[in-house]
């Protein structure tokens, strides 16, 4: 096994991910990032569980997908409503809560 | 020898439940206020079933008493003689003197240990008689550390007799006021009071302790104020129940202060026979006990109406005749002879009674009764010269107890209670008869062709208050007299030469002003102008059943040597003083009883007669010139300077009220209150101006350091850092998501960095 090739590419992944997340202003790339960024989670999760033998964490995967399908429904929908009210996606101009 | 079953059966039910009897009228009084006025007598009904119910309960009480203490002088008679009845009569003898009993269906009653004679003293001196040692039936009322008060029912000779009183006239005064007072305004509300009144001399009557009697003391009182102003609408009727009640608040004070100086004297008892007890065997100090009989002699002055605090009674005249027979006359006013009475242990050795030749209440008991007696003579008011011999009769008492003659006075208010409430109630029919007028000069005179009842009993009652043999007051009087130990051969308790002399005026005085009275009531010719009548018979029962007790009371009480040269049965005499006064117990003091006089009764009655003769002649003189004669003139004050003086001054009664009105309240009124406003003014005004300015000063500083300075700026302090913060912390509120995604991941990042340098 090459559990370190796997553990760079999450890694790799996540970063670029965190990047998307910090970086972008298009709310529909942050959301896209954040899915990275769970996915390179989950590349964590199965690499290990492969090695160790234990399928707990390919479960554990599952869920952590069926929870991100869950996550960008909702996050795809407050973009929507972004939208709609500001005629933009750009997360810079929601920014209500400035105190 | 029969020990405790003969104290069990030796103690009547009539003793234990004493209490019934002061309870009935009492329910009558919550009856009659509550379902009176709906009733088809008013009320009336429900007065008169309780208090003839408390009447005969009295009688029986009486009747019981009289048995036992029979049983004992026979048994210590026999036991000394023979050995007949000895066993069983003697066993209950013994143990009677401790006889005490608790309530059977009480809470925790302990049994309270009357003092008894020691057994040994009384087996040493078999033939020294022991009677009459009362009864006590207590309960706890309520205890406070180790001081346990009770209530409960002391039942002697002494309260017996005043139960068959106070229920006897009690009853007959209900019965006339059914007549009386028919058709009057607050008629219910007048029989309620009466049984109220009832309720309240019998529960002090009966008090086995002073905080018992303090409380029948002022019920009393109470009652007194109500009945006295029960005409309040007029306001002579209404001051005269306010002078009334204040009167004796004066006497109120000694009689608490004398209470409670006997309560620490005593050792923190209020028990009757406990203090007693202590003061006869010399346990509570001398100082305390006089300081206490003079306290209390303070609180007999205002209730028995003796000199200087007698004010009060005649003005009592103001309320309805039945309440002056009952109150004013026969039971409340003697409520304070009764409490030398009941502390008589203490008296006796506070005051030093025997073998001296004068005291406090001697003295005074002799002054007021020819100061009464001398008051009585310049009245038109019937009723007021009745209230004035009154006052005088209680001298008589008062002088009596204060010379040692103990009998002598309880006969005495015992006779008196008949004849003087036979008068009063007289009075009363008279002035019914009158347009309810009082006024003998003006309204009266050639009554006895109207009414002849009360004529008769009117004569009889005065006849007996005159001190006429074989009435009634005569041997009460005569034992008086006897007792003062002056007149050669009596031998009393000292040589009481004051109360002697004045009582002999007094004997004199009495007759003088009685045929005055009759004289101007039932003689001559009538000066009224209404027509009048003989009262019915609710009216004249009454009178005539107190003239036949004032006819036959006075021979309870027949002297020894009496008895003796008419050959009468030996057993009767002297029986009064053997039911009443008891004998040889630790509560009661050892008294020496004075042998009557034949010639000292000679001389008195004389005295008597010859003063109501020659007040007849005066009398008969004056009104054959001139029927009207008494209405511009009493003849000898218009002649003689001397008399028209002496006048004057009983005009004003002494000028006692002017002292009170006058001089005692008008002082206060006037220099006191000035200097009280002058120092209300200037000190304490001052003080308090100064106080103030104080105040503010302090007030001022701690607003401008303290609250100011101090507070206000730890307050805006906190405030304005609270602010600084937030004005900080918003900085980091950018509402900009990547920030707190960067904040969120570089905290994160750094947690990281921590672990794995830590780890």
């Given amino acids: ?99 | 020898m029969f020990a405790a079953e003969a104290a069990e059966t030796a103690v009547s039910w009539f003793y234990t439940h004493a209490w019934v009897i002061p309870a009935l009228p009492a329910a009558s009084f919550v009856l009659i206020l509550f379902f009176g006025k709906r009733l088809p007598f008013k009320g009336a009904e429900i007065g008169i079933t309780a208090v003839a119910a408390a009447f005969v309960l009295a009688v029986l009480t009486t009747f019981t008493w009289i048995g036992d203490v029979q049983a004992e002088i026979a048994s210590h008679e026999e036991g000394v003689t023979t050995e007949e009845h000895g066993t069983t009569e003697g066993g209950t003898t013994e143990e009677e003197a401790p006889a005490t009993s608790s309530e059977e269906e009480g809470l925790s009653s302990g049994e309270q240990a009357a003092p008894a004679i020691p057994a040994a003293e009384e087996e040493e001196e078999g033939a020294h008689a022991t009677r009459g040692a009362p009864i006590v039936t207590e309960r706890t009322w309520f205890s406070n550390g180790a001081d346990t008060f009770r209530i409960g029912t002391l039942v002697d000779g002494q309260s017996v007799m005043l139960l068959f009183v106070v229920t006897f006239i009690s009853l007959l005064v209900h019965v006339y006021s059914t007549d009386y007072v028919h058709g009057d305004r607050r008629y219910t509300h007048f029989f309620a009071f009466l049984s109220l009144f009832t309720a309240a001399m019998l529960y002090y009557v009966l008090s086995s302790n002073t905080l018992q009697m303090i409380m029948g003391w002022e019920l009393v009182g109470v009652c007194s104020f109500g009945l006295i102003g029960h005409w309040w609408e007029e306001k002579a009727n209404s001051d005269a129940a306010l002078k009334a009640f204040f009167t004796n608040r004066v006497g109120d004070i000694g009689l608490l202060v004398g209470m409670i100086t006997l309560y620490f004297a005593s050792g923190n008892t209020f028990d009757v026979v406990e203090i007693n007890s202590k003061a006869i065997s010399g346990e509570t100090s001398h100082t305390a006990l006089l300081v206490a009989s003079l306290c209390l002699m303070a609180a007999v002055m205002s209730k028995s109406g003796q000199f200087i605090l007698h004010t009060w009674l005649p003005d009592a005249m103001a309320g309805p005749t039945p309440v002056s027979a009952l109150i004013h006359a026969a039971t409340m006013v003697v409520a304070g002879v009764y409490l030398i009475g009941r502390l008589y242990g203490v008296f006796w050795m506070g005051l030093s009674i025997p073998g001296s030749s004068i005291n406090a209440m001697a003295a005074i008991g002799a002054v007021t009764t020819v100061g009464g007696g001398l008051l009585a003579f310049v009245q038109r008011d019937i009723k007021k010269v009745l209230a004035y011999s009154t006052v005088s009769q209680l001298g008589y008492m008062v002088t009596a107890l204060g010379v040692g003659a103990y009998t002598a006075g309880m006969f005495h208010l015992f006779t008196h209670a008949f004849f003087k409430a036979c008068l009063f109630l007289g009075a009363g029919s008279v002035s019914h008869a009158c347009h309810h007028s009082f006024d003998m000069k003006a309204d009266m005179g050639g009554l006895r062709k109207y009414m002849p009842k009360t004529f008769a009993t009117f004569i009889i009652g005065s006849l007996a208050l005159a001190g006429i043999p074989p009435l009634a007051g005569f041997w009460s009087k005569d034992e008086i007299l006897v007792g003062t130990g002056v007149f050669p051969g009596t031998d009393g308790n000292g040589t009481y030469w004051m109360p002697f002399i004045f009582g002999m005026i007094t004997a004199g005085l009495t007759a003088a002003y009685m045929t005055r009275t009759i004289w101007l009531t039932f003689f001559g010719e009538y000066r009224g102008h209404a027509h009048p009548h003989e009262s019915g018979p609710r009216i004249t029962t009454p009178l005539i059943i107190l003239a036949f007790m004032a006819v036959v009371v006075g021979f309870l009480n027949l002297p020894e040597p009496l008895v003796s040269t008419l050959g009468l049965p030996e057993g009767w005499a002297i029986r009064f003083e053997e039911w009443v006064e008891p004998g040889g117990i630790a509560s009661f003091p050892a008294i020496g009883h004075a042998s009557a006089s034949l010639p000292l009764a000679l001389l008195a009655s004389a005295l008597a007669v010859l003063a109501g003769f020659l007040a007849w002649r005066y009398y008969q003189a004056l009104y054959a010139k001139d029927p009207h004669a008494a209405e511009y003139t009493d003849g000898l004050r218009s002649r003689n300077s001397l008399a028209a003086a002496g006048y004057k001054v009983l005009d004003n009664k002494y000028y006692l009220d002017h002292l009170y009105t006058g001089i005692i309240a008008g002082a206060t009124k006037g220099p006191i209150a000035s200097a009280a406003y002058w120092i209300n003014q200037n000190i304490i005004d001052g003080i308090i101006n100064v106080a103030g300015k104080f105040s503010v000063g302090l007030g001022r500083f701690v607003y401008h350091f303290i609250d100011q300075g101090m507070v206000d700026q730890a307050v805006n302090a906190s405030g304005q850092t609270a602010s600084g913060s937030g004005q900080f912390l918003r900085r980091i509120q950018t509402g900009q998501i990547r920030q707190y995604a960067t904040l969120m991941f570089g905290s994160a990042a750094l947690l990281v960095a921590v672990f794995i340098i830590a780890i």
Avoid: P, T
């Fill in chain 1, 1 to 99: 096994m090459y559990l370190n090739q796997f553990l760079i590419l999450a890694a790799a992944l996540f970063c670029i991910g965190v990047y998307g997340v910090l970086a972008r202003r298009n709310g529909v790339l942050v959301l896209m990032s954040i899915e990275l960024i769970l996915n390179s989670v989950n590349i964590n999760l199965v690499a290990l569980s492969a090695m160790n033998g234990d399928v707990a964490g390919q479960v554990f995967a599952l869920f952590v997908i069926a929870v991100a399908a869950a996550e960008v429904g909702v996050g795809l929908a407050i973009v929507l409503l972004i939208y709609r009210n500001r005629r933009s996606i750009d997360i810079a101009e929601a920014n209500l809560l400035k105190g």
